[in-house]
Structures are given as C-alpha cells and as structure tokens.
C-alpha cells in the first residue's frame, strides 16, 4: 500500500475512534502518520500530525509530547499559520511549567508561553504571573511588572459570581505582589 493510500486509511480509522477509548490507538495512528507524508513536500501537513500527537500524547508521554510540539514549531510561519503555532508554543509551554522544579527551569517555558498569551489568555497568565514571582534571572522590578501584569490580565478574565475562589486568590496575588 501507497503512503498516500495508508494514510488516508489510518484518517479514516482515527475519525471513528473515541478519545477517551480508544486513545492507545490514536496515538498509534498519530505516531505512525508522519511517517507516511514527506516533510519537504507538505511540511504543514506533516506538522498538523505531529501537533495532534503531541495533545494526543500529553498525558501518556510528556516527554513524547513536548518532542513532538518542539518539531512542529518550525514548521508553522507565524503570520500565517498562527493558530497551530500558537498551540504548539502553548502546549509545550504548559509542559515544561508542569516539571519547573528549579528556577533555571522555568526559562525555556516562559517565551512559549508569552507567545500563546494572546491566544490562551487566562491559562497562560496564571502560569506566567507565578513563573514571573519566582524568577530570579533578569531585572526583578521588570519580573515584577510582568508578574502583576499577567495576574491583572488572569483577574480580567474571571468572574466573582462564577469563579469566586479563583478569582479572590488571584486578587489575593496581584495584593501580595503590590505589596
């Protein structure tokens, strides 16, 4: 069989597939895709299935996944192409927030995730503001504007009425930081 023939094949099989139960197997057939398409010739394409494996591969496989997310960036022209790109950033950003666990960690995570912050709002910010209080590279009074700007813009996008607890620890925050 064809590259092209087993591709659209393994398409096929994976739009029938439920996440929840059959996610072993999508992960299969998002792993194996790439193979099957010619990066020079269709680099969007080849990059779209390894973006999906990397979300697909996220809780299974971290370190898959944040592989997968740091070979698709390249492909994606920022102008153009910004919606997957800008999941690409995120996605790796998000990982690489989840296993800071010393300061020098938290630098490869910052720029993915200021790059999605337009397009992930108050995910980014959440994490941004508490990278930016624990930072230590760089100008502390510029860490600490970046800080309560990102706690400013998380506060902006959440509602007393619906998520007071959040809400009031993030007001709770941005009052420590002018503190």
Not at 54 to 65: H, I, K, L, Y
Not at 161 to 176: H, I, M, S, V, Y
């Amino acid at each position: 069989m064809a590259n092209a023939e087993r591709l659209a094949a393994i398409y096929q099989e994976y739009r029938t597939l439920d996440p929840i139960r059959d996610s072993a197997r999508i992960l299969e057939i998002l792993s194996e895709a790439p193979g099957l398409i010619d990066k020079a010739a269709e680099p969007k394409k080849w990059g779209a299935y390894r973006l999906m494996y990397a979300q697909a591969a996220e809780g299974v496989d971290p370190e898959a996944a944040m592989s997968a997310y740091r070979e698709s960036i390249p492909v994606w022209d920022p102008e153009k192409d910004h919606a997957p790109l800008a999941s690409c950033h995120y996605g790796l950003g998000a990982l690489l927030f989840a296993r800071v666990v010393k300061p020098a960690d938290m630098e490869e995570a910052i720029p993915h995730l200021e790059f999605a912050a337009g397009d992930f709002p108050y995910e980014c910010a959440t994490m941004l503001a508490l990278l930016y209080n624990l930072r230590l590279n760089g100008d502390p009074l510029e860490n600490w504007k970046k800080r309560t700007y990102f706690l400013e813009v998380a506060i902006g996008h959440l509602s007393p009425e619906e998520n007071g607890a959040a809400w009031g620890q993030r007001r709770n925050d941005l009052a420590t930081a002018w503190t």
